[in-house]
């Protein structure tokens, strides 16, 4: 059974980091790209930033360009984000997506940034 597990969320004051982390098991016909998106209230999905496998190739939202970098360890299928200079407009749910033949999504994990 093909499944994503967050971790990293939390509270965190602006200027802050936090690093995000998602494990994906029992895909069977292989990832090629691996990221991360996120929702706030009110707003739609929107991707955050996404690395492609067995590349460096990395993609990033404008918002975060600079404060957010993400990795990945293709012998565990994981992909991090870290998160520096958090902002009070960072505050979403944040959600796992890998894509092969089909895409995949986590559970999401909350990331609230106070002011």
């Known amino acids: 059974q093909a499944q994503l597990v967050e971790s990293g969320g939390g509270l965190v004051q602006a200027g802050g980091s936090l690093r995000l982390s998602c494990a994906a098991s029992?895909?069977?016909?292989?990832?090629?790209?691996m990221g991360w998106y996120r929702q706030a209230p009110g707003k739609q999905r929107e991707l955050v930033a996404n690395?492609?496998?067995?590349?460096?190739?990395?993609n990033y939202a404008d918002s975060v360009k600079g404060r957010f970098t993400i990795s990945r360890d293709g012998a565990k299928n994981t992909v991090y984000l870290q998160m520096n200079s958090l902002k009070p407009e960072d505050t979403a749910v944040y959600y796992c997506?890998?894509?092969?033949?089909?895409?995949?999504w986590g559970q999401g994990t909350q990331v609230t940034v106070s002011s």
């Open positions: 997506r890998a894509q092969g033949r089909y895409s995949y």
């Open positions: 029992g895909i069977i016909f292989g990832i090629n790209v």
């Open positions: 690395i492609a496998s067995g590349s460096s190739n990395t």
